[in-house]
T-cell receptor, first 113, second 118 residues
């Protein structure tokens, strides 16, 4: 148990739709990072939020967006879904002062049909 | 940009034996962290071991140890006395240590599927 919770665990969407994934970070952690993991691949960094501001972004288009709330929980939004967006989306929480301890949630499985 | 390469897509080992998973990386950074994560079928990413680049001593966590060769940019994981529960996908990951805002931005390798046979 890491204390990082993600919802929903599984969902199916239609191409062109929009989706919101949620993450509650480990208590005391002020940083949330999102990763996309396609089947059989390693996770790819999407972006990071630190104190409600985006703090770095990977090679993902603008239709991938996010938010971080005052309680440090976070949302990942994906617009205009494409079939290639089908993947496991992982949330990881950390604290800038914690000595690089990073905790992952169990992920949200997104299938786009 | 950093890259992490795991050249072994799949490995297998008999229970109680020892296995070594390979990882190489490329970076121009001098200060960084390296990690091995385990991802069982449940998909939960679990930290196995981590190494700070400025430390010459290889990290050890119970049955897990690393061979960190900074000059060669190599970071292998040795699992001793393999157990059935070690069956999982293993990822090598890199993180810059250049300032506080680098925490949490991991670059992963492609993974190695490890199967432990009874």
């Amino acid at each position: 148990e890491t204390g990082v919770t993600q919802s929903p665990t599984h969902l199916i969407k239609t191409r062109g739709q929009q989706v919101t994934l949620r993450c509650s970070s480990q208590s005391g952690h002020n940083t949330v990072s999102w990763y996309q993991q396609a089947l059989g691949q390693g996770p790819q960094f999407i972006f990071q939020y630190y104190r409600e501001e985006e703090n770095g972004r990977g090679n993902f288009p603008p239709r991938f967006s996010g938010l971080q709330f005052p309680n440090y929980s976070s949302e990942l939004n994906v617009n205009a879904l494409e079939l290639d967006d089908s993947a496991l989306y992982l949330c990881a929480s950390s604290s800038q002062g914690s000595g690089n301890t990073i905790y992952f949630g169990e992920g949200s499985w997104l299938t786009v049909v | 940009a950093q890259t992490v390469t795991q050249s072994q897509p799949e490995m297998s080992v008999q229970e109680a034996e020892t296995v070594t998973l390979s990882c190489t990386y490329d970076t121009s950074e001098s200060n960084y962290y390296l990690f091995w994560y385990k991802q069982p079928p449940s998909r939960q990413m679990i930290l196995v071991i981590r190494q700070e680049a400025y430390k010459q001593q290889n990290a050890t966590e119970n049955r897990f140890s690393v061979n960190f060769q900074k000059a060669a940019k190599s970071f292998s994981l040795k699992i001793s006395d393999s157990q059935l529960g070690d069956t999982a996908m293993y990822f090598c990951a890199f993180m810059k240590a250049a300032g506080g805002t680098s925490y949490g931005k991991l670059t992963f390798g492609q993974g190695t599927i490890l199967t432990v046979h009874p």
